[in-house]
C-alpha cells in the first residue's frame, strides 16, 4: 500500500469522446482535478486523525502535481519516513540507522528525539541505567539528574521496535480518486462541449 496515486485523465475517456475533445480539453482541468484531490485527503486526514496536531502534520503534507494531463498527489513523508503511510496501514516501527528506538516517557521531551535532547550532565550524554526487574531481560533507559540533589529522571526508554500499531486509515482509496476524476471529467465535458438548439 503506497500513500500515492497517479491518473492519467486521458486514460479515463473513451475513444470518442477524445476524438470529440481532441485539443479542446485544458490543462486546467488536470490543476483542478489536483486541488480537488488534495483537498480530499487533507479532509480525510482531518476528519479521521483529529483537526489537532497530528492529524494537521498529516494534511499538511499532502502534495498534489499536475503535469499536463497526469495528475499525481503524494506526501512529502514518502521522501524520509513514509510516517503517513505507516499511520494509513499500522504496524511495527523499527529503527533504521541505530540499535534501540528512545521513546519519550516523560512530558517535557515529548516530539523531541533523545540525539537532539540536551543533557544536563557534566558530557552532554544521557545516563543509561538498566533495570534488571523491568522483564525477562531488564529494561534500559535514557536519563539525567534533575533537582538540587541530582535525583535521575528516566526521560526516554530503550526498545527495539515498538508494540504493533493500529491502523488508522485516512488515506483516500484508488475508488475515491477515479470518482472524483470522473466528476471532474464529465463537468468539462458538460461545460466545454457546444450546446446544440
Request: no cysteine; aromatic share 8%.
Amino acid at each position: 500500500m503506497n500513500i500515492r496515486l497517479a491518473v492519467n485523465l486521458s486514460e479515463l475517456l473513451s475513444e470518442k469522446e477524445k476524438m470529440e475533445i481532441n485539443g479542446r480539453l485544458p490543462e486546467f482541468v488536470a490543476k483542478t482535478l489536483s486541488v480537488a484531490l488534495r483537498d480530499l485527503a487533507e479532509a480525510n486526514a482531518r476528519k479521521r486523525i483529529g483537526n489537532g496536531g497530528f492529524g494537521q502534520e498529516l494534511a499538511e503534507g499532502v502534495r498534489a502535481r499536475a503535469d499536463g494531463m497526469s495528475v499525481t498527489i503524494d506526501h512529502t513523508s514518502n521522501d524520509t519516513n513514509h510516517l503517513a503511510e505507516h499511520v494509513h496501514a499500522g504496524g511495527i516501527i523499527r529503527p533504521r540507522h541505530r540499535r534501540y528506538l528512545a521513546i519519550p516517557i516523560d512530558k517535557s521531551v515529548k516530539k523531541e528525539y533523545a540525539s537532539i535532547h540536551a543533557w544536563a550532565t557534566d558530557d552532554g550524554k544521557p545516563i543509561f541505567i538498566r533495570k534488571k526487574e523491568d522483564g525477562p531481560n531488564g529494561r534500559a533507559y535514557l536519563a539525567e539528574p534533575r533537582g538540587k540533589r541530582g535525583t535521575l529522571k528516566f526521560l526516554y526508554v530503550l526498545l527495539r521496535q515498538t508494540k504493533p500499531q493500529r491502523p488508522r486509515p485516512w488515506w483516500p482509496t484508488d475508488d475515491d480518486f477515479l470518482r472524483l476524476a470522473e466528476k471532474e471529467l464529465n463537468w468539462f465535458l458538460e461545460h466545454a462541449s457546444p450546446q446544440s438548439d
